[in-house]
C-alpha cells in the first residue's frame, strides 16, 4: 500500500517538474481524496491476480509481466473512476501513477532476491574452501540453470568458476558474471588453471556422440563428473542440481537415442493379450515394463523365480494400476502347465525370454542348459502354436552364431526349433538375436563395479577380448519394433553399434569410480574360461542380410533346415539329456550335429 501512496504523489510531483508550487498543492488534494479509492482498486486488482501469493525469493520475469499487467488494470479502472467523479487531474498524471507503481511494486518484490544474489556473490568470490571449485559445460538454458541455482542455494556445496562452450561466439563473455574460457579442448587446461573438482556436463540436447567425446576428455582430468540428465527436464523447467547424476559407463558407450516408431508398436500391441515368459528376468522384466505402457488388453507373466516375479508385478502395480496384470509361477520346461497356461489364457502375442543365458555355468551344466533352452522353447512354442497365438517372439544371442559354448549352441537351436515351427502352425514364429546388455544380472559392468568396491582387482579374460553392448532399453524398443515386423520365420538381426574393448571399459569404469588404473586398482587378465570367444558375431557366413524400415533391424536369410535330419536330431538330443548316465561330452557330441558350426574346445 505503501507502493500507491508514492506512486501518487509522486508522479504528480514528477508531472509538475518537481516543484511543489501552489497548482501543486490544489492538486495534491485532489489526489488525497482519490487515494481511499486507489488503493482499494489495488488491492483488488493484486488480489484477482494472485500477486501476494508468489515467493519474494523467487521472483522471477513471471512475476514482472503480472506485475505489469495489474498496474496497467489499475491504470484503466482509475481512467473511468475520474471519468464518474466531478474532480479532474492532469491527463499526463495517470501514465505517470501506472508506470511509478509498477516501479515500486517491482523494486520491493525484486529486493530480496537481488539481496541474496549479492551475499551469494560476495561468498563465492571469498573462495569458501568448504565449497568444490566446479566447471560447467554448456552456456546454454541448462548451464545457466544450474550456476543460477547454485548462486541462490546455500546448502549446495559448489562454486562455478569457468565455463566451457564448443560456440566460438560465447567465447571470452560472461555467463551470470563467469568467465567462458573456450571449447571442449581447453578442459584439461582450464581444470589445471581453476583448481576444478567437480565438473557438471549441462549439454542435453547434444548428440550423444558429442556428450561421449567431451566424457572422454573430462575423464582424464580425474575430476567428479556430473551430468544434466536430458532434454525432458529442461524442457518442463526441471534443470536442477537435484537432478543431476553421476556420469554412468553407460554414457561413454552409448550412442544417440535409438528412434522407434512408436505408432508402429501401438498399434501391434495394444488390446492384445500378451504373454512375456522369465519375466522377472533383465530383459523380461524391461519388455513388461515397455508393453504395460503400449496399452496391452492382458500382460500375463511367467517366471521360474516367484521373487523376481514378485518384484516386476509390484513395480507395475504401482505404474499401471489399470492393467490387467497376471503373474504365474511355471516352469518351460513343463509341457502341462505351459498347455493349460494357453488354454487359459489365450496369448495374442509371445515374447519367450525364459533361458540359462550364463556362459561358464552352462558350460559345466550343458544338460540343464539344453532342458531349458532347447526344450523349454520347443515346449512353450509348441503350445503357441497348437493353442492359436498370432505371434511367438525368441529372445535369442550373437553367442548363436558360429557357437564355441552350449549356451550359444543351446540358442542356435532354439531359433532353428522357430524356423521349423513356423512351416508347420499358422502362428508366426520369428527370433531376435543382438549381443550384450549393459547392467543386466551377472553381466560384466556389476560384476566391475563390485571388484572396484572392494578395492581390486578387477579381472579381464583377455586384453583383446571385445563384445558389443546396448542398454535394456534399446534392445527390449528394438525387440518389439522387430516384433510389429515379424511376418514368420525371420530372424531379427539388431545394429550393436561399434565393439567395446572389455579391458576400455574396465580401465573407464575405474576412472570414473575417481580411481587410477594399475595404481589404485588393477586389472587382472585371468584368461579365456571354456567356451569364451574373443570377438562375437551377428550374423553366420551363410545367412545374408536385408534391411528393415527401421535402420537398426535387419533380416537374416533362413538358412535351409532338413526337417527330417534335424527332428531326427532333437530326438536323439532329448534321449541324451535324459538318460542320467550321460556326460556332458556326450551332449556336446550330440548338438554337434544338429549344429555343425559349434566349435566346443575346452582349452580355449
Keep these: 500500500m ?124 571469498s573462495k569458501d574452501p568448504e565449497k568444490k571449485n566446479t566447471m560447467v559445460i554448456g552456456a546454454g538454458a541448462a548451464g545457466n ?40 579442448t581447453c578442459i ?69 537415442p535409438i528412434e522407434v516408431n512408436v505408432d508402429e508398436i501401438m498399434g501391434y500391441v495394444k488390446n492384445k493379450i500378451v504373454m512375456v515368459t522369465g519375466g522377472g528376468g533383465s530383459i523380461g522384466s524391461e519388455l513388461c515394463r515397455q508393453i504395460s505402457g503400449h496399452g496391452a488388453k492382458q500382460l500375463i507373466i511367467v517366471d521360474i523365480y516367484e521373487n523376481n516375479a514378485y518384484d516386476i508385478q509390484q513395480e507395475l502395480k504401482v505404474k499401471h494400476p489399470d492393467l490387467d496384470l497376471i503373474v504365474l509361477i511355471a516352469s518351460v520346461r513343463n509341457t502341462a502347465r505351459m498347455n493349460t497356461i494357453f488354454r487359459t489364457y489365450h496369448p495374442d502375442i509371445v515374447y519367450h525370454a525364459a533361458a540359462h543365458k550364463h556362459v561358464p555355468l552352462m558350460e559345466d551344466s550343458p544338460i540343464e542348459a539344453i532342458k531349458n533352452n532347447v526344450f523349454g522353447t520347443l515346449k512353450t512354442a509348441t503350445a503357441a502354436g497348437e493353442n492359436g497365438a498370432k505371434k511367438f517372439v525368441l529372445i535369442s544371442t550373437d553367442k548363436a552364431v558360429n557357437p564355441t559354448n552350449i549356451m550359444g549352441a543351446s540358442k542356435r537351436i532354439c531359433e532353428m526349433i522357430i524356423q521349423q515351427l513356423n512351416q508347420k502352425y499358422s502362428t508366426e514364429f520369428v527370433a531376435v538375436r543382438f549381443g550384450n546388455v549393459l547392467g543386466s544380472n551377472g553381466s560384466v559392468i556389476p560384476l566391475f563395479k563390485k571388484q572396484i568396491e572392494k578395492g581390486g582387482p ?101 538358412i535351409e533346415i532338413d526337417e527330417a535330419e534335424f527332428r531326427e536330431g532333437l530326438d536323439a538330443l532329448a534321449g541324451v539329456v535324459a538318460d542320467e548316465g550321460k556326460q556332458p561330452e556326450d551332449v556336446r557330441a550330440v548338438v554337434k550335429k544338429i549344429v555343425p558350426t559349434y566349435a566346443y574346445n575346452k582349452n580355449l
Excluded at 12 to 26: A, G, H, K, P, V
Aim: aromatic share 10%.
Design 2 to 125: 505503501l507502493s500507491v501512496v508514492l506512486a501518487s504523489y509522486g508522479a504528480l510531483y514528477w508531472r509538475f517538474e518537481f516543484s511543489f508550487d501552489t497548482l501543486f498543492i490544489q492538486y495534491a488534494e485532489f489526489a488525497t481524496t482519490l487515494l481511499p479509492f486507489d488503493l482499494v482498486i489495488t488491492a483488488v486488482v493484486f488480489w484477482l491476480l494472485k500477486l501476494y501469493k508468489s515467493v519474494w525469493r523467487y521472483a522471477s520475469t513471471n512475476e514482472l509481466i503480472n506485475i505489469a499487467a495489474a498496474c496497467a488494470v489499475c491504470f484503466l479502472l482509475q481512467i473511468i473512476l475520474v471519468a464518474v467523479m466531478p474532480l479532474q487531474m492532469p491527463r499526463s498524471y495517470y501514465p505517470m501513477y501506472a508506470f511509478l507503481l509498477m516501479i515500486m511494486v517491482c523494486a520491493t518484490r525484486f529486493s530480496y532476491r537481488i539481496l541474496r544474489m549479492f551475499n551469494s556473490k560476495r561468498r563465492s568470490i
Design 145 to 184: 540453470a544450474i550456476i543460477k541455482e547454485i548462486e541462490s542455494s546455500s546448502y549446495v556445496n559448489l562454486k562455478v568458476l569457468c565455463v566451457i562452450d564448443d560456440d566460438p561466439g560465447c567465447h571470452k563473455k560472461l555467463l551470470r558474471g563467469i568467465p567462458i574460457v573456450g571449447d571442449r
Design 188 to 256: 584439461p587446461d582450464a581444470v589445471d588453471a581453476y583448481h576444478i573438482e567437480e565438473i557438471i556436463i549441462a549439454i542435453p540436447s547434444a548428440p550423444r556422440s558429442k556428450i561421449r567425446e567431451v566424457l572422454e576428455i573430462c575423464k582424464e582430468t580425474g575430476c567428479q563428473m556430473q551430468l544434466v540428465p536430458g532434454m525432458y527436464q529442461l524442457i518442463n523447467g526441471d534443470v536442477s542440481v537435484s537432478s543431476l547424476r553421476q556420469v554412468q559407463i553407460e554414457d561413454l558407450l552409448g550412442r544417440d
Design 458 to 558: 578387477v579381472t579381464v579374460t583377455h586384453k583383446d577380448i571385445i563384445r558389443y553392448f546396448m542398454t535394456i532399453p534399446e534392445a527390449v524398443s528394438l525387440v518389439l519394433q522387430a516384433g510389429a515386423y515379424a511376418h514368420g520365420g525371420e530372424i531379427f538381426i539388431l545394429d550393436m553399434g561399434e565393439p567395446v574393448r572389455i579391458y576400455d571399459l574396465a580401465e573407464n569404469l575405474i576412472k570414473l569410480s575417481g580411481y587410477i588404473p594399475g595404481e589404485d586398482i588393477e586389472i587382472k587378465i585371468t584368461g579365456l574360461r571354456p567356451g569364451e570367444k574373443l570377438y562375437e558375431e551377428l550374423l553366420m557366413s551363410e545367412e545374408g542380410m536385408k534391411d528393415t524400415a527401421n535402420h537398426l533391424i535387419h533380416i537374416g536369410k533362413p
